[in-house]
């Protein structure tokens, strides 16, 4: 395990950056790690850099002071790089992290080769938020840092259903719990609740849902056009593939939504014992073994025949 405290001594200037399209697990490790440096290294000056995060997170310490991501070589003594494990996935924030004098990469999904200075990467870790309790240390978990923790924690468990949850994690959970976190809120808000048009577009994705390989495979896809008829953005999209994955008797879930002209943003999960990761790498993407993710080109009907097929040779 690295040693947080020798990487961040005596460093004057560091920027904190997740990827893009950040999810619950994203914005709690950059909000929980940026509330740390600013309440144990207090002469440091730190600055969090994240695309537009959901509504829902803004109760979050920290989340009114985020900075849009931004292109830029300004020398900076430290970036760290949270739940994301692809540079070209930081977005605009590369050029500050490839003009940073050291860089820390702190994950829990599955990478191909090293990227930073420090590199902290556990992948059978429920969560990265999982990974910054033990590097922050119970002692200094105030309720702020653990709101943030618990946050990324059960969004990258489905609230404790997936099987990335360990008794490791439910101790860990309970801790945060314990530190005065309004758990049932941070649940119901975050997770839970939809607003109007996400059920609706939800309702329309599993309309048109099909069944693939003898029934063990349930797929939708969303278009731009779709997301504008129901006035939501790739945001309000997040509940889609679990809602597919727990379709009784489907093994194996695909979703995708269009990102721009011609191109998908694919999500997998799987109940069944098999590797999507293997499958989300070959088309350029990645993941965890049960809900991995990648972007395609092309016509999504085909898209989803073809991993469909890829899927199918796994079983």
């Not at 920290?62 to 494990?85: M, R, V, Y």
């Not at 840092?145 to 490791?168: M, S, W």
């Not at 009784?248 to 998908?264: N, Q, R, T, V």
Request: contains cysteine.
């Amino acid at each position: 395990m690295i040693d947080i405290d020798l990487i961040l001594k005596d460093k004057k200037t560091i920027a904190i950056g997740g990827h893009v399209r950040p999810d619950g697990d994203c914005v709690g490790s950059v909000l929980g790690m940026y509330n740390f440096i600013k309440d144990n290294y207090k002469d440091a000056s730190v600055k969090a850099y994240l695309e537009y995060i959901p509504r829902i997170f803004m109760f979050l310490k920290g989340a009114d002071e985020l900075i849009p991501p931004s292109e830029s070589d300004e020398e900076i003594d430290l970036f760290i790089c949270l739940d994301c494990s692809d540079l070209k996935r930081l977005g605009p924030s590369q050029t500050r992290f490839l003009a940073a004098k050291e860089t820390l990469c702190i994950d829990h999904h599955l990478v191909d080769g090293d990227f930073a200075t420090y590199n902290h990467i556990i992948p059978d870790y429920s969560s990265t938020c999982e990974l910054l309790y033990d590097l922050f240390g119970e002692e200094r978990l105030t309720k702020e840092i653990a709101e943030c923790l618990y946050t990324g924690i059960i969004h990258d468990t489905g609230v404790f259903r997936f099987d990335c949850t360990t008794k490791e994690t439910m101790r860990k959970a309970g801790i945060l719990m314990d530190k005065g976190v309004d758990f049932p809120w941070i649940i119901d808000k975050t997770f839970f609740q939809k607003t109007f048009n996400q059920s609706r577009v939800t309702g329309h994705a599993l309309e048109k849902a099909v069944r693939l390989s003898d029934d063990r495979i349930v797929a939708t896809f969303i278009t731009s056009e779709e997301m504008k008829e129901f006035e939501v953005q790739a945001r309000h999209l997040e509940g889609i593939v679990s809602a597919l994955r727990d379709i009784k008797d489907s093994l194996a879930a695909i979703f995708l939504y269009e990102l721009e002209p011609g191109c998908f943003k694919v999500s997998m999960r799987a109940t069944a014992d098999i590797n999507l990761a293997s499958i989300a790498a070959r088309h350029g993407g990645g993941g965890h073994a049960k809900a991995a993710g990648c972007e395609i080109e092309g016509d999504p009907v085909e898209a989803i025949a073809n991993i469909s097929q890829e899927i199918e040779a796994l079983f």
